[in-house]
């Protein structure tokens, strides 16, 4: 009889605490993580050495102070597995191995992360998690990793939920908090399941270090991405996010104006902000735009509405993102060969068309004054402005 209750205890006590860890696993990422990512940069160059020193160079920057929390290793860390199955990382580049290298980034008062895939290799060819989903798991919680990003590749027939659920049970089982990052490029539309399963999703191929086009395996530039966010604000929110792939700002393809253009319409979309450049060697040009404390804190906003494009008439585009205060942040974006004015309304941001706001720039850091009905600014080409209005 003593051992059936307390067999119910536990059941009991299990279920209370698999509900209340579901709970903890949303408050991970409260508001879109930040950090910085090896993919865009060095691709299978990543070494521990590089890893270091990018973290050293988040903290110098400043980076790590504004909010860029994890250090993230991207693909081709890992080249085996041993006898008994568990992941080995490679010897050449990683010498020192994962953990000392997780140590380094925590001693640096930064977050920890590792990647991986749900096929049987990695994009890149590594090793892949498939059929060691428990045992890698166990790997990356010893590490004192605290979040994983999880690719698509090599994945033949395998069902995308199950999948990501698998890995999601196998983090949870550790029992160590590990952001979970879904990286199926929006092939399964994961907005539409992936709120209980992790805490951010891609919605789209990988984004290119490039102004426009697309290729034939998926990857496209700035304008091509941005389209494909539309229709999907409704998904993101606190302890799930739209994830439309990391900053390309100062890994040196584009201007320094449609950088600056990636991380205004990322602030209005909620987007995780996962920087990927040489943070050690950027120019102040770029710091200014990864540093601009004023369009973080857009991105970063409590509220956790996702912003959306409210007018788009030719290549002149207005997007807006209601805030916690009440206030709305407006980006107005000309993605033409020249200079052009663009305005908007009060009435397409939600007020009332008589009301008198105020306008601040938050690239130019100032106020505008005050005005009634509208705001219009002229915009260069493959830019914006970005304005907070404020009743
Ligand atoms: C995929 C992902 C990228 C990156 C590479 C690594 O393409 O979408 O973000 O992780 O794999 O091989």
């Not at 879109?32 to 270091?52: D, F, H, L, Q």
């Not at 601009?292 to 207005?318: C, H, S, Y």
């Not at 009060?346 to 007020?351: A, K, L, R, S, V």
């Amino acid at each position: 009889m003593n051992a059936v209750r307390a067999a119910l205890l536990g059941m009991i006590a299990m279920g209370c605490c698999v509900s209340a860890w579901g709970q903890q696993e949303k408050m991970l990422a409260k508001t879109p993580p930040m950090g910085w990512n090896s993919w865009n940069k060095y691709a299978c160059n990543v070494t521990e050495e590089v890893i270091r020193q990018e973290a050293d160079a988040l903290v110098a920057s400043g980076m790590r102070d504004a909010g860029y929390e994890y250090v993230l290793i991207d693909d081709c860390w890992q080249a085996s597995r041993d006898k008994d199955g568990f992941i080995v990382a490679d010897p050449k580049t990683f010498p020192s191995g994962i953990k000392a290298l997780a140590d380094y980034v925590h001693s640096k008062g930064m977050k920890f992360g590792v990647y991986s895939d749900a096929g049987s290799k990695t994009c890149a060819g590594r090793p892949g998690s498939l059929g060691h989903e428990y045992q890698d798991a166990q790997k990356y919680a010893e590490w004192g990793a605290d979040y994983l990003k999880y690719d698509w590749c090599n994945t033949t027939t395998q069902d995308a939920k199950a999948s990501y659920t698998l890995m999601r049970d196998a983090l949870r089982a550790t029992g160590r908090p590990i952001v979970f990052s879904l990286c199926d490029w929006g092939t399964a539309k994961p907005w539409l399941w992936a709120g209980e399963v992790g805490q951010l999703w891609r919605t789209n191929g990988d984004l290119l270090d490039k102004w426009e086009g697309t290729v034939e395996w998926g990857g496209m530039g700035l304008v091509n991405n941005l389209d494909k966010q539309v229709g999907l604000e409704s998904y993101g929110g606190p302890g799930h996010w739209n994830d439309p792939d990391m900053l390309q700002v100062g890994v040196g393809g584009m201007t320094t104006t449609e950088y600056r253009s990636q991380f205004s319409l990322w602030a209005i979309l909620a987007a995780p902000l996962i920087a990927g450049n040489d943070v050690a060697k950027m120019s102040p040009e770029i710091a200014a735009i990864l540093l601009n404390r004023e369009v973080i804190a857009v991105d970063q906003d409590a509220l956790g509405r996702q912003g959306r494009r409210i007018r788009k008439v030719g290549e002149l585009e207005v997007w807006s993102r209601e805030l916690g205060d009440g206030s709305r942040a407006v980006v107005l974006f000309n993605r033409s060969a020249g200079a052009q004015k663009i305005a908007v309304k009060w009435t397409e941001i939600g007020y009332p068309a008589k009301l008198v706001a105020a306008v601040r720039d938050l690239w130019e850091k100032k106020e505008l004054g005050k005005f009634s009905g509208e705001f219009e600014a002229e915009v260069g080409s493959h830019g914006v402005v970005m304005v907070t209005v404020r009743p």
